[in-house]
Nanobody, 124 residues
Framework: QVQLVESGGGLVQAGGSLRLSCAAS????????MGWFRQAPGKEREFVAA????????YYAGSVKGRFTISRGNADILVNLQMNSLKPEDTAVYYC?????????????????WGQGTQVTVSS
């Protein structure tokens, strides 16, 4: 099992920046992809970004490409999400997730491990 805990959410004005981090414990060696997802009120959870933990290859949703950067952490922090030029439509609960080796695909069901989420609110 892997335990994930997000941090770094908060309230920011449009155009501002936030950095989210995801700490991990447990069988982290069993993970090959780390991803960030978000869920706004009344909407389904959606993909934001992902990184191949070994190669460093990154993937982004079109709505955040060029504004958000996912990166590998060190020590207990598995992954970070730097969010710049934030917009009100980025307001959501952000979740980090881990995809175990052997699972395939970039959709939610491929990720077995989830954090509890951190709230990001962008005011206009």
């Amino acid at each position: 099992q892997v335990q994930l805990v997000e941090s770094g959410g908060g309230l920011v004005q449009a155009g501002g920046s936030l950095r989210l981090s995801c700490a991990a414990s447990g069988r982290t060696f069993s993970i090959d992809y780390m991803g960030w997802f978000r869920q706004a009120p009344g909407k389904e959870r959606e993909f934001v970004a992902a990184i191949n933990w070994r190669s460093g290859t990154t993937y982004y949703a079109g709505s955040v490409k060029g504004r958000f950067t996912i990166s590998r952490g060190n020590a207990d922090i598995l992954v970070n999400l730097q969010m710049n030029s934030l917009k009100p439509e980025d307001t959501a609960v952000y979740y980090c997730a881990g995809r175990p080796i052997g699972n395939v695909g970039g959709y939610l069901a491929a990720y077995d491990y989830w954090g509890q989420g951190t709230q990001v609110t962008v005011s206009s």
